[in-house]
């Protein structure tokens, strides 16, 4: 993982992380590896800190077209 990709997870929002994770393309490295297994963790993170009616309501703004 390089520390520009560790700072953008970290400085990202439940949001975008949520809207990169629906709409990157197949084989985005940054969700291959140790970097993909933070990310997965740091949302996670970020989903339990925001709660449902937040997470409901980001899945709404992003949808499935982004």
Same mark, same amino acid.
């Given at each position: 993982?390089t #520390?520009?990709?560790?700072?953008?997870? #970290?400085?990202?929002?439940?949001?975008l992380l949520?809207?990169r994770?629906?709409?990157?393309?197949?084989g #985005?490295?940054?969700f291959?590896? #140790?970097t993909?297994?933070y990310?997965?963790?740091?949302?996670?993170?970020?989903?339990?800190?925001?709660g449902?009616?937040a997470?409901?309501?980001?899945s709404?703004?992003i949808g499935?077209?982004?």
């Amino acid at each position: 993982m390089t #520390d520009q990709q560790k700072e953008w997870i #970290d400085n990202a929002d439940y949001e975008l992380l949520l809207r990169r994770w629906r709409n990157a393309p197949s084989g #985005d490295p940054i969700f291959q590896g #140790d970097t993909g297994k933070y990310y997965q963790e740091i949302m996670t993170e970020k989903r339990k800190a925001v709660g449902n009616a937040a997470h409901v309501q980001a899945s709404k703004n992003i949808g499935w077209g982004g």
